[in-house]
């Protein structure tokens, strides 16, 4: 019987939307095997579903190679950390959870050690330097991919792929109505509310949060109606935000890791970019997406890049639904003009609520050959 068999498993979830992902899994194959052990690195999601996490998801969670220089030590000591796990409890898994540079090199070690690795959500090769698929196959035992269009992709390169299907089709939603968000927050029904997204990570905090907080100061000044919240993320802690809202005059409300209901409270958002801009597009709201990483990085990345677009809701949408503001572009009078657009110009609201329904029905529609729960399952033997 499955419930009875004993199995160890390392799992790896280096950033914030990677940890809730891979609860998720983790969940799901708890289900039906109770006593497999999970190990490894997450967040308190994967901690909440009895994953042992050795390092925190939050020490690692860092964007840009400028950044991940910066951060090398703590990373480097992670990876040792892992590939030591790997030798010495020998998991009869590996499952690695986005977060490529780092899974990639662990995933190197455990193939050497006859270790089987399961990889979900795919890295971007088919975004930017697509020549590492051929790495990746030589390197994994299966990739579950979260987007149809992936699979092809895998399929031309000869590499075990399965679609699993999107994890935030299921993970996002709220339980309260816009009404119910609004009085849960404090907020005033009669006002129109402007999200702020800052991201997951520290780096994008230092990036993008006093970016954001001008655009709050900017939009205030010709619209004083206008109220706003600011979600912050369970990998962030409150120490990490307070010194740039020290000054903050606007009384902007700030909710600790319940995204989605702050979501619901939303007339629009401005969003760092990366999962948000999925699970907001997904939500119906409005959005705007802003990016900035150091000017090496994202030189370097220009010569890398091979899509139009960067925000996931786009590259699923297959055209640029929601604007990009990109790198010097993201200034808070560019930013608080889109928002004034969609608060202000009733078409251009509705056209966009259209095609983030849009952008929904394409994540729903393709059926997943699997879940995920099953694949690491019926990986492990179970």
Not at 102 to 123: D, E, M, Q
Not at 177 to 192: C, T, Y
Not at 263 to 269: H, N, V
Not at 321 to 337: H, K, R
């Amino acid at each position: 019987m499955a419930e009875n068999t004993e199995k160890k498993v390392l799992i790896v979830a280096g950033e914030a939307s990677g940890d809730l992902h891979a609860s998720h899994l983790v969940h799901e194959v708890k289900r039906h095997a109770p006593k497999v052990k999970f190990f490894g690195i997450g967040g308190p999601h994967m901690r909440k579903a009895g994953v042992e996490t050795l390092v925190d998801s939050a020490d690692m969670a860092v964007v840009g190679l400028v950044e991940v220089l910066i951060h090398f030590r703590t990373v480097y000591s992670a990876l040792l950390l892992m590939r030591k796990q790997l030798r010495e409890q020998k998991p009869d898994l590996l499952i690695l959870v986005d977060y490529p540079d780092f899974n990639l090199r662990l995933a190197k070690t455990a193939k050497a050690l006859g270790i089987k690795v399961l990889y979900y959500i795919s890295p971007q090769v088919w975004a930017w330097r697509q020549g590492r698929v051929h790495m990746i196959g030589q390197r994994i035992d299966m990739m579950a991919v979260v987007f149809p269009f992936e699979v092809p992709f895998y399929e031309k390169a000869n590499v075990p792929v399965r679609f699993v299907g999107h994890p935030l089709t299921d993970e996002v939603c709220s339980d309260l109505s816009r009404e119910e968000a609004l009085k849960a927050f404090s907020l005033e029904p009669s006002r129109q509310t402007v999200g702020l997204f800052p991201g997951s990570r520290q780096s994008e905090i230092k990036r993008l949060l006093p970016v954001l907080l001008e655009t709050a100061e900017k939009l205030n000044k010709t619209q004083p109606h206008l109220q706003f919240i600011l979600s912050r993320a369970s990998s962030l802690s409150e120490d990490d935000l307070a010194p740039y809202l020290e000054n903050n005059t606007l009384n902007i409300k700030v909710v600790a890791d319940r995204p989605y209901d702050v979501m619901r409270a939303c007339d629009a958002i401005a969003t760092a970019s990366g999962t948000a801009t999925l699970e907001i597009a997904i939500m119906g709201i409005p959005l705007v997406v802003i990016y900035k990483v150091s000017p090496l990085t994202y030189g370097i990345m220009q010569h890398l890049i091979k899509i139009k677009d960067i925000a996931l809701c786009n590259i699923v949408a297959g055209e640029r639904v929601v604007p990009e503001l990109i790198q010097n572009d993201a200034t808070a009078g560019n930013i608080s003009m889109e928002i004034r657009r969609f608060l202000e110009d009733q078409t251009a609201l509705i056209e966009m609520r259209e095609k983030l329904n849009g952008i929904e029905k394409k994540l729903n529609s393709s059926k997943r050959s699997t879940s995920i729960g099953k694949l690491a399952l019926e990986m492990l033997g179970l």
